[in-house]
């Protein structure tokens, strides 16, 4: 029995961890992976972070910068939270599926494959990472080449003298594009049309763009952080993208007025959804597949509070810095809830 159980042990699980140790909570961390490092441990390699390390930073420890002074690099990430989560000695129990979270009178049980937590207050950091979205076009089953996820990318190597189609307009099809189309023929499509930042600007202002959303300033300055290798692709003349397609061929895609592309791979920079599954038994989501929330607390069950999922329950919350800053405020109204000194 304990006062909080933390589902998940990557940025947004660490950034809870450190807020409760100041609140002097009882608490545990249970991560399903086996090591430190939440989801960048499983990113493919180049991949570079949004913001520079100094706005990529969890509370109470700056992220190292690194030797090229530029952005962080994936690994770099991994490193920063295994020290953080040595360094403030947080309570991490690995590695622990987490199964079912069901209601127990004025407990909630935390169902693991080591074991049944029972906590006063849940808070679900899971992330999104393990459930990448692929959307549904017509042809799917029919294409012949291969098909593969942002999550299931590790690197260019495996497409040099190819022709590859790269789905999504967002900064992970920007990225990946960037590197792919420097060895292979590639084409770009997206459901709208892509929009880069100014290069003096980086993610710093996306987060600051999210603020202002969500109190009702939806100002528009792009989303795609023109990092060094994006700002070479375009100098290049290759972010160019294409409307999006119907469908996919044996061979390739096809666009509504008949125009083709043969191809021989598609690679879906298409985003993620909420990893809640583990929530299931409560029956809390709404039409929209989502839990309905205020701030971090779910309306259906206040017991439970979510962290890292995105704009939905923080701003920019599935980002470090925003992590770490609605986790603050998260832990506030935790300690309301338990009356913790």
Same mark, same amino acid.
């Given at each position: 029995?304990?006062?909080?159980?933390?589902?998940?042990?990557?940025?947004?699980?660490?950034?809870?961890?450190?807020?409760?140790?100041?609140?002097?909570?009882?608490?545990?961390?249970?991560?399903?992976?086996?090591?430190?490092?939440?989801?960048?441990?499983?990113?493919?390699?180049?991949?570079?972070?949004?913001?520079?390390?100094?706005?990529?930073?969890?509370?109470?420890?700056?992220?190292?910068?690194?030797? %090229? *002074?530029?952005?962080?690099?994936?690994?770099? +990430? &991994?490193?920063?939270?295994?020290?953080?989560?040595? #360094?403030?000695? @947080?309570?991490?129990?690995?590695?622990?599926?987490?199964?079912?979270?069901?209601?127990?009178?004025?407990?909630?049980?935390?169902?693991?494959?080591?074991?049944?937590?029972?906590?006063?207050?849940?808070?679900?950091?899971?992330?999104?990472?393990?459930?990448?979205?692929?959307?549904?076009?017509?042809?799917?089953?029919?294409?012949?080449?291969?098909?593969?996820?942002?999550?299931?990318?590790?690197?260019?190597?495996?497409?040099?003298?190819?022709?590859?189609?790269?789905?999504?307009?967002?900064?992970?099809?920007?990225?990946?594009?960037?590197?792919?189309?420097?060895?292979?023929?590639?084409?770009?499509?997206?459901?709208?049309?892509?929009?880069?930042?100014?290069?003096?600007?980086?993610?710093?202002?996306?987060?600051?763009?999210?603020?202002?959303?969500?109190?009702? %300033? *939806?100002?528009?300055?792009?989303?795609?952080? +023109? &990092?060094?290798?994006?700002?070479?692709?375009?100098? #290049?003349?290759? @972010?160019?993208?294409?409307?999006?397609?119907?469908?996919?061929?044996?061979?390739?895609?096809?666009?509504?007025?008949?125009?083709?592309?043969?191809?021989?791979?598609?690679?879906?920079?298409?985003?993620?959804?909420?990893?809640?599954?583990?929530?299931?038994?409560?029956?809390?989501?709404?039409?929209?597949?989502?839990?309905?929330?205020?701030?971090?607390?779910?309306?259906?069950?206040?017991?439970?509070?979510?962290?890292?999922?995105?704009?939905?329950?923080?701003?920019?919350?599935?980002?470090?810095?925003?992590?770490?800053?609605?986790?603050?405020?998260?832990?506030?109204?935790?300690?309301?809830?338990?009356?913790?000194?």
């Amino acid at each position: 029995m304990t006062d909080v159980v933390v589902i998940g042990g990557g940025q947004a699980g660490l950034a809870a961890g450190y807020y409760l140790r100041r609140a002097k909570a009882d608490f545990v961390i249970l991560d399903a992976q086996e090591q430190p490092g939440g989801a960048w441990r499983h990113v493919w390699p180049s991949l570079r972070l949004f913001s520079p390390a100094q706005y990529s930073s969890l509370p109470g420890r700056m992220m190292p910068i690194p030797p %090229d *002074g530029g952005y962080p690099s994936a690994a770099g +990430a &991994v490193s920063y939270l295994t020290d953080y989560e040595r #360094r403030y000695d @947080l309570p991490v129990q690995r590695p622990v599926t987490v199964r079912a979270v069901r209601r127990a009178g004025e407990r909630l049980l935390v169902e693991t494959g080591r074991g049944t937590w029972q906590a006063r207050v849940v808070i679900s950091a899971t992330g999104t990472w393990w459930r990448p979205f692929l959307p549904h076009y017509p042809g799917t089953r029919d294409f012949r080449g291969e098909q593969l996820h942002t999550a299931g990318y590790r690197g260019p190597e495996p497409f040099a003298g190819k022709r590859v189609v790269i789905v999504g307009g967002a900064n992970s099809g920007a990225q990946i594009l960037a590197e792919v189309s420097a060895i292979a023929e590639t084409t770009w499509v997206t459901v709208r049309p892509p929009r880069l930042l100014p290069d003096e600007l980086d993610g710093r202002a996306l987060f600051e763009h999210a603020t202002r959303r969500l109190h009702g %300033d *939806g100002a528009d300055l792009g989303d795609i952080v +023109a &990092v060094p290798p994006v700002r070479e692709a375009r100098d #290049r003349g290759v @972010l160019k993208a294409e409307p999006m397609f119907a469908r996919l061929t044996e061979t390739g895609v096809a666009w509504a007025d008949g125009t083709t592309w043969d191809c021989d791979a598609i690679i879906w920079c298409t985003g993620f959804r909420p990893a809640l599954g583990h929530l299931a038994p409560l029956k809390l989501r709404g039409p929209d597949g989502l839990i309905p929330v205020h701030g971090t607390q779910a309306i259906g069950e206040p017991r439970l509070h979510l962290l890292g999922y995105g704009d939905w329950t923080g701003p920019a919350s599935a980002t470090l810095i925003g992590a770490g800053r609605t986790a603050r405020d998260m832990v506030t109204a935790i300690a309301g809830q338990l009356q913790l000194n």
